[in-house]
Nanobody
Framework: QVQLVESGGGLVQAGGSLRLSCAAS????????MAWFRQAPGKEREFVAL????????NYVDAVKGRFTISSDNAKNTMFLHMNSLKPEDTAVYSC????????????????????WGRGTQVTVSS
């Protein structure tokens, strides 16, 4: 069992930056694929980025490429999402997720590909 807790959300102006953290407890998260998803009001949950903490491989949705960076501190069982050049359309509840399937599995871009979820942290970008 893995428990995930997000932090770092908040209100920021367009063009600003935030860093989200996801702290994992329980089994070490090196054995999982870790990801960030987001859900804006009235919209479906959307994949943002993933990382394989053991392999270092990452993947991003096109909308955040070049602006967001996913990383992990394996010694601290913590994953990060560094968000730069934020836009109002980035406003959403951001949730971290962990899954036992490998980072190259065909289900890696959808919520069904993950087994553990945090409760989410709100990110609001004002124009």
């Amino acid at each position: 069992q893995v428990q995930l807790v997000e932090s770092g959300g908040g209100l920021v102006q367009a063009g600003g930056s935030l860093r989200l953290s996801c702290a994992a407890s329980g089994r070490t998260f090196r054995s999982y694929t870790m990801a960030w998803f987001r859900q804006a009001p009235g919209k479906e949950r959307e994949f943002v980025a993933l990382i394989s903490p053991s392999a270092g491989n990452t993947n991003y949705v096109d909308a955040v490429k070049g602006r967001f960076t996913i990383s992990s501190d394996n010694a601290k069982n913590t994953m990060f999402l560094h968000m730069n050049s934020l836009k109002p359309e980035d406003t959403a509840v951001y949730s971290c997720a962990g899954g036992v399937r490998p980072y190259y599995s065909c289900s890696r871009f959808g919520p069904d590909g993950y087994d553990y979820w945090g409760r989410g942290t709100q990110v609001t970008v004002s124009s």
